[in-house]
């Protein structure tokens, strides 16, 4: 039971948490004992659990798998020096999640009962929440459509599933990054700004590529013209121009991220210009050609704070500053951790404690 949720509790009798390697972490590859499950039926949410993690048993008909009913989020739980727990801004998230839900005809789920879920499931996986420097509790929520029914139209039935995963940093080292002008990500009118399933599927060939020459991540560019940065693969992207922080503004085509708003927030509080607008390849381009451009970097709940180490455009490679020398990356990096670790005041009200 919690505050605003009755969740029946199952736990596992075989814990592997013993067994597992805290000191390799796998990014998304080792998951805690339990998850999380609930379904949507009869217009509301209900049957809210926490089981030993393993198998579904589904149809093949469900409309998820044929039509595209499904997305997710991400967040993390970090373990403070004093044991405390805490979730960074489950809110932000869960009125991520609906407005995901909205976009794609699914339900909403009240964000009292997404926060009351992850705190449930948080807070019987403490144990698995490691404590190594860049390391956390990732959390993934996901809602996909249950109907066993094939025609193009919403399901009536939806499950929800909250996952969780001890992991170590995404990126280990700075990226060399290519800006993406012939695939596009999203467009005008489509749903680039949810977090749909059918998103990262149609992204996987570009990726493919891109890694097949080299490149660690892609910055995707508008679809219309591919003149103008928008998003990386795994994260929001930010520069630091003449002195600015400046990032493509959040559109039908990019994910309001709640790193990229954490980092915005942290820029504005320390008298940082910021400029939220479209952000053209070619003024990257003549920023880094003047040495101009002082920092580049991802900023995502998986990736952090991802250096841009170098990136290539028509046929160019352009290198840029050592990361370590970067003043604002690397001042955003030790706040967020120093916050998010319990090692300096949440002067924002960032973090969520797990009870």
């Given at each position: 039971m919690t505050d605003t949720l009755d969740i029946k509790i199952t736990k596992t009798q075989n814990s592997r948490l013993a067994q597992t390697d805290f000191s390799n972490l796998p990014f998304g590859r080792i998951f805690t004992d339990h998850m999380l499950v609930a379904d949507y039926a009869d217009g509301e949410w209900k049957n809210f659990e926490i089981v030993p993690y393993g198998e579904i048993g589904l149809s093949p008909a469900i409309s998820s798998l044929h039509y595209g009913q499904a997305f997710f989020e991400?967040?993390?739980?970090?373990?403070?020096?004093?044991?405390?727990?805490?979730?960074?801004?489950?809110?932000?998230?869960?009125?991520?999640?609906?407005?995901?839900?909205?976009?794609?005809?699914?339900?909403?789920?009240?964000?009292?009962?997404?926060?009351?879920?992850?705190?449930?499931?948080v807070d019987m996986e403490r144990d698995w929440i490691p404590t190594s420097p860049g390391h956390s509790l990732y959390i993934r929520p996901v809602m996909f459509a249950a109907d066993p029914f094939l025609g193009v139209s919403p399901s009536k039935t939806y499950k929800f599933v909250v996952l969780t995963c001890p992991v170590g940093p995404y990126f280990t080292k700075p990226l060399r990054v290519k800006f993406e002008t012939h695939y596009t990500r999203a467009a005008e009118g489509g749903f680039g700004y949810a977090k749909a399933a059918g998103n990262y599927g149609g992204s996987m060939l570009p990726f493919k590529k891109a890694a097949e020459e080299g490149f660690d991540q892609i910055i995707w560019t508008d679809a219309k013209e591919?003149?103008?940065?928008?998003?990386?693969?795994?994260?929001?992207v930010m520069f630091v121009l003449d002195g600015?922080?400046?990032?493509?503004?959040?559109?039908?085509?990019?994910?309001?991220?709640?790193?990229?708003?954490?980092?915005?927030?942290?820029?504005?509080?320390?008298?940082?210009?910021?400029?939220?607008?479209?952000?053209?390849?070619?003024?990257?381009?003549?920023?880094?050609?003047?040495?101009?451009?002082?920092?580049?970097?991802?900023?995502g709940t998986a990736a952090t704070?991802?250096?841009?180490?170098?990136?290539?455009?028509d046929g160019v490679d352009y290198t840029l500053s050592d990361p370590s020398t970067r003043e604002f990356s690397q001042k955003v990096l030790k706040t967020l951790d120093a916050i998010r670790y319990g090692n300096a005041e949440d002067a924002f009200g960032w973090n969520h404690p797990v009870a």
């Open positions: 991400g967040l993390k739980a970090y373990k403070h020096a004093d044991g405390k727990v805490t979730v960074f801004r489950p809110e932000k998230n869960g009125a991520r999640f609906n407005k995901s839900a909205e976009r794609l005809c699914m339900p909403e789920l009240p964000v009292e009962m997404f926060i009351s879920s992850i705190d449930a499931l591919h003149l103008y940065a928008e998003e990386m693969g795994a994260a929001n600015k922080l400046i990032t493509p503004s959040t559109r039908d085509t990019i994910l309001d991220g709640v790193t990229r708003d954490t980092v915005l927030a942290l820029a504005r509080h320390w008298g940082v210009e910021v400029e939220e607008r479209r952000v053209s390849i070619a003024e990257i381009v003549e920023g880094a050609k003047t040495s101009k451009l002082t920092d580049a970097f991802g900023a704070i991802a250096p841009v180490g170098a990136f290539h455009y």
